[in-house]
């Protein structure tokens, strides 16, 4: 699929997004975990339709590139100092900061209260990224656990599951059957972590974005798009 880069103003900000065409009926526009936008459009549509389109969409993709950032542990700005808000699960903490002779973390009232050996914010930031890995590893296990039960009449085995950072994605499947999670996924809501291990087990049913591939995910997810929006538009 061709794509070009294309650029629209809103107010004193530009947007910068891929275009493509595709076979549909309508525009659709998304925007990446990365905060990069995209937009695939029908192919006899004109530019100056899409610009129009993208710019009603403008303040919604803006909200979005800064929901993204705010779930990156290296967003600029970081400075791992006392009072800072980080994400867990869906929620804001205040990170509280205490020097100590053992490295640990502890979410408690509000708090995310972190006992380091060393406070400089590299090690912080190296300590906390840890600290997420692992409990992403729990919660992904857990919610694989659950999820893979609603499969059992599609004779699917327990696939796999390799926790990383992605840029561009939440998680994937891959062709040997092996699920792969966005660590980052640990900062969100359960049920939107929920609702993408069910999306990536729905495609060990049908490996295509199909009407009988959304049929599945409607059935054994009735309410993944509020996940789903919960996941993009939680914060802004």
Not at 80 to 109: A, F, M, P, S, W
């Amino acid at each position: 699929m061709l794509q070009s880069i294309q650029q629209v103003n809103y107010g004193s900000k530009s947007i910068e997004y891929k275009l493509s065409f595709a076979e549909r009926k309508s525009l659709g526009i998304k925007v990446l975990p990365d905060g990069s936008v995209s937009v695939i459009a029908p192919n006899d549509t004109n530019l100056i339709d899409i610009n129009k389109k993208v710019k009603l969409k403008a303040n919604w993709i803006l909200k979005q590139q800064a929901f993204f950032c705010s779930y990156k542990p290296n967003t600029p700005g970081r400075k791992y100092v006392n009072g800072e808000t980080h994400l867990y699960l869906g929620r804001q903490y205040k990170l509280q900061i205490i020097e100590d002779t053992i490295n640990e973390i502890k979410l408690y009232r509000g708090a995310m209260i972190m006992k380091t050996k060393k406070s400089n914010p590299e090690y912080l930031e190296k300590k906390l990224n840890e600290w997420y890995k692992e409990k992403a590893i729990f919660h992904f296990e857990e919610v694989l656990d659950i999820s893979i039960e609603k499969f059992n009449k599609y004779k699917i085995e327990k696939p796999i599951l390799d926790i990383r950072l992605m840029q561009k994605r939440w998680g994937s499947c891959t062709k040997s059957g092996k699920i792969i999670l966005n660590t980052e996924l640990i900062k969100a809501p359960k049920g939107s972590i929920e609702y993408v291990v069910i999306h990536e087990l729905c495609h060990l049913v049908h490996h295509n974005h199909n009407k009988e591939f959304y049929d599945l995910q409607n059935i054994l997810s009735p309410d993944w798009e509020k996940w789903k929006e919960k996941l993009e538009h939680t914060l802004s």
